[in-house]
């Protein structure tokens, strides 16, 4: 099973509303990340997290705080967000093999939209 | 990382072949060429990867001559379903790390009737 899930599909907030998007692997993958993409623009890296730490924030605005609760779930939490967040936010997982190549696995996205 | 170039879009038929070229001029010697596809709404998806040569799956083929300054991913037969972005990324493996991806522009394909 190679299925990265994330919900919810679609979310439309406001600007002063928090909220969270959810990010679920059992592939036993050792890094999750996420990504945000605007439309008609490649993804961007935000933030990742090996073993459950996180090891790269994009330089990322505060309003976004991701967690790693376990290995198999990523949470990305949002607060007063602006209009111009709103894109679909993309979640991947990869193994972290010491051999070979480390093959992403990417989820649905949600797309996010801040009034 | 390296840079990579593509065409912005190509355009191509039913049951034809198609090729993309990627330029990845700076590419180092650890780092793996690797080709995404995404369609509208949806997460990319892995095509392919290689390091020289030519590699072939079910799904594609990859081609990167001696010099690995450029891949070119050939899908055979195209189908309408195979109208998306293919994006082509360079990085290296890093041995008990994460694999930083950048995406660059990427190549709109659209496949007509």
């Known amino acids: 099973d190679t299925e990265v899930t994330q919900t919810p599909k679609h979310l439309v907030m406001g600007m002063t509303n928090k909220k969270s998007l959810k990010c679920e692997q059992h592939?036993?993958?050792?890094?999750m990340y996420w990504y945000k993409q605007k439309a008609k623009k490649p993804p961007e890296l935000m933030f990742v997290y090996s073993y459950e730490k996180l090891s790269i924030n994009e330089s990322v605005p505060s309003r976004f705080s991701p967690e790693c609760p376990n290995s198999s779930l990523l949470n990305l939490h949002l607060h007063a967000l602006q209009p111009e967040d709103s894109a679909l936010y993309l979640c991947a997982s990869s193994a972290l093999l010491r051999e070979g190549t480390d093959t992403q696995y990417f989820g649905p996205g949600t797309r996010l939209t801040v009034l | 990382l390296a840079k990579t170039t593509q065409p912005i879009s190509m355009d191509s038929y039913e049951g034809q072949e198609v090729n993309i070229t990627c330029s990845h001029n700076n590419i180092a010697t650890n780092d793996y060429i690797t080709w995404y596809q995404q369609f509208p709404s949806q997460g990319p998806r892995f095509i392919i990867q290689?390091?020289?040569t030519k590699v072939t799956n079910e799904v594609a083929s990859l081609f990167i001559p001696a010099d690995r300054k450029s891949s070119t991913l050939s899908l055979p037969r195209v189908s309408l379903s195979d109208t998306a972005v293919y994006y082509c990324l360079v990085g290296d493996k890093r041995i008990g790390g994460y694999n930083k991806l950048i995406f660059g522009a990427g190549t709109r394909l659209a496949v007509h009737p």
């Open positions: 592939m036993g993958h050792r890094a």
């Open positions: 290689g390091y020289k």
